[in-house]
Nanobody, 123 residues
Framework: VQLQADRGGLVQAGDSLRLSCAASGRTFSDYFMGWFRQAPGKEHEFVAVVSRSGGFTYYADSVKGRFTISRVNAKNTVYLQMNSLRPEDTAVYYC?????????????????WGQGTLVTVSS
């Protein structure tokens, strides 16, 4: 499956931003979809995951209550709604896909990745 994320952006602390990631090439609904991020000088970090149907979601503690992951299978698209953004959310964000739901917080378990999109949150 090929993944294409839209552009991120520069926002101020407290703002909201929605990321989208469109999939092609395979049956989108066959895949769990995740979002990861990597801040400058830091390791790759799990952000959120959504199950094939969208009925299950899971978040990193650092974004819980502020970010929402969702998907529209009819549009082959997964979203990450980010509210109350903080400077520490500044990172390159990646969408990723995997065919099952085991170890879904581990980036190494995802076989397909988007190209990454930069989100910058100014204070």
């Amino acid at each position: 499956v090929q993944l294409q994320a839209d552009r991120g952006g520069l926002v101020q602390a407290g703002d909201s931003l929605r990321l989208s990631c469109a999939a092609s090439g395979r049956t989108f609904s066959d895949y769990f979809m995740g979002w990861f991020r990597q801040a400058p000088g830091k390791e790759h970090e799990f952000v959120a995951v959504v199950s094939r149907s969208g009925g299950f979601t899971y978040y990193a503690d650092s974004v819980k209550g502020r970010f929402t992951i969702s998907r529209v299978n009819a549009k082959n698209t997964v979203y990450l709604q980010m509210n109350s953004l903080r400077p520490e959310d500044t990172a390159v964000y990646y969408c990723a896909a995997r065919p099952d739901g085991t170890y879904y917080t581990l980036g190494s378990s995802y076989g397909y990745w988007g190209q990454g999109t930069l989100v910058t949150v100014s204070s």
